[in-house]
């Protein structure tokens, strides 16, 4: 498999064939209004590491190219795959009518979570996560079949949507 370095990376332009021979996992990214670029381009960063399948950039969401995306994701944006939709509601229905029993969960602090480490992650599943300061919207919690969180012991209330993003795929690939 091709390893690249951070220095290759920024510089790389990958092949249509190039990226089909990455093994993409049954994983899917849904941004709900992610108002950050250097989040995005983060989690650009992490769907590469994941092998994740698709990232939905969605509402508000900048999109490629944009240089502080480029520069948080090392250029990973050229080697994942990435479609942008209006709403997150909408990816996430797309994704259920394209991909067979999907399972959407968003990550996200709600009445109705669950703790992450209680849901069976089978794939194929979509992860979804909001904006930094409002979360996902209603509409699209509604979307979702579960909605999980991150237990908080300490002052703060909550995590960086990267880091939350990353330790719940990071579970749920383990258990599958």
């Known amino acids: 498999m091709l390893k690249l370095d951070a220095q290759e990376l920024r510089v790389s332009d990958p092949s249509r064939e190039e990226r089909d021979k990455i093994k993409r996992r049954d994983v899917y990214?849904?941004?709900d209004n992610i108002l950050d670029t250097y989040n995005t381009g983060g989690i650009f960063r992490l769907a590469d590491a994941l092998g994740v399948k698709k990232v939905y950039l969605c509402g508000v969401t900048e999109t490629p190219p944009n240089t502080r995306i480029k520069k948080a994701s090392i250029n990973t944006t050229q080697w994942v795959e990435w479609e942008y939709k209006d709403s997150a509601a909408e990816a996430i229905l797309t994704?259920?009518?394209?991909?067979?029993?999907?399972?959407?969960?968003?990550v996200e602090?709600?009445?109705?979570?669950?703790?992450?480490?209680?849901?069976d992650y089978r794939l194929p599943v979509a992860f979804v996560v909001g904006n930094e300061t409002e979360g996902c919207s209603r509409l699209t919690l509604k979307a979702?079949?579960?909605i999980v969180e991150i237990p908080m012991w300490g002052v703060n209330k909550s995590l960086n949507v990267i880091m939350s993003l990353g330790?719940?795929?990071y579970w749920a690939v383990g258990q599958v």
């Open 29 to 31: 990214f849904v941004l």
């Open 95 to 106: 994704l259920k009518s394209q991909v067979p029993r999907l399972k959407a969960i968003a």
């Open 109 to 119: 602090q709600d009445k109705k979570s669950l703790p992450y480490t209680r849901i």
């Open 144 to 146: 979702c079949d579960a």
């Open 167 to 169: 330790i719940v795929a």
